[in-house]
């Protein structure tokens, strides 16, 4: 299979392309792996999808199968002021990509996020809910969802949420840099969501990847918690000496909205390719215990 990996250099991007060097994920070894692939990947500074013509040019040389697009503007404070900015890397850009897949007769996995939702709820979203974003971010990233539906036939729009990975700057790496440092840290506790592992999201992108079970997942961590009770673990796992205290959001406020309440359901893979997505606790015990042994490999060649 020949595979066009947009936003190979951000955490995900990086995770999938690991996958493919491996020749297996972290879950297992899903059935895309089993055979011969091609995978380039692409970043912003060899293609910008808001060029519709440059994503064509791209495309025009090698017939690609599958097109993954990890791309997004996440910077969800700077969405509200820069808002063509965050339209064109999650509207416009989902929108070219879709055409030209559409063209070239490829399909496209393309990765959304629980903003879409107002997050009012108090109980995890499904695919059927109603989105009503409330942010620059979620409204910019749901409109990118409508023009993958409105321009592809062969689509896969996958909502995920709290990722955090090996690669790149992320909430886990955040706090533990933060505990560390200060022995101490505040967080929301009245935000609740999944904690996703990068590395579970990339093993379910890649199993639907030979399929043609085309539509929209939400695929995230099981279970959930909120930012306080996360930052907890995150300090226990990494065997941290700190105090987490919790606070409100009224308390700690921001430019952007976020959601309450934005818990989603993987409701569409327990019924197509099936739900492996551990439990979030599990997920992150894992991604820590891997991690610290990387960063004490790094400390090791750095001497």
């Keep these: 299979m020949n595979i066009l990996l947009v936003g190979a250099k951000g955490q995900l991007g990086t995770e999938i392309t690991k996958c493919f060097e491996r020749g297996r994920t972290e879950l297992g070894v899903p059935k895309v792996l089993l055979s011969e692939n091609f995978v380039r990947g692409i970043d912003i500074d060899e293609l910008d999808i808001s060029d519709v013509s440059a994503v064509r040019a791209v495309m025009n040389e090698k017939k690609y199968d599958a097109v993954i697009n990890c ?67 979620g409204k910019t990233k749901f409109l990118g969802e409508e023009y993958v539906k409105q321009f592809s036939t062969k689509y896969f729009i996958i909502r995920t949420a709290w ?46 990847l030979t399929t043609d079970e085309y539509g929209i997942y939400h695929g995230t961590g099981n279970g959930e918690c909120s930012w306080y009770e996360f930052t907890e673990k995150i300090v226990e796992y990494a065997g941290i000496k700190a105090s987490v205290s919790p606070c409100t959001t009224d308390e700690y406020p921001t430019p952007a909205k976020r959601p309450a309440y934005s818990s989603l359901d993987n409701m569409m893979f327990r019924q197509t390719v099936g739900d492996e997505f551990r439990p979030w606790e599990e997920a992150l015990s894992c991604f820590m215990k891997n991690y610290l042994e990387m960063e004490k490999e790094n400390k090791g060649e750095n001497k």
């Design 71 to 137: 791309a997004a503007y996440t910077n969800v404070n700077k969405c509200e002021t820069e808002r063509d900015l965050a339209f064109r890397a999650n509207s416009l850009g989902p929108r070219n990509l879709a055409m030209v897949s559409e063209e070239f007769g490829a399909k496209l996995v393309h990765v959304s996020t629980d903003y879409v939702f107002t997050g009012d709820g108090s109980v995890p979203y499904a695919e059927y809910d109603v989105c009503a974003p409330v942010s620059v971010y």
């Design 163 to 208: 990722l955090y990975g090996y690669y790149g700057n992320n909430f886990v790496k955040t706090m533990m840099k933060i505990n560390r440092e200060n022995g101490a840290s505040r967080v929301v506790c009245d935000q609740r969501g999944n904690p996703t592992n990068a590395a579970d999201l990339a093993h379910h992108i890649l199993k639907l």
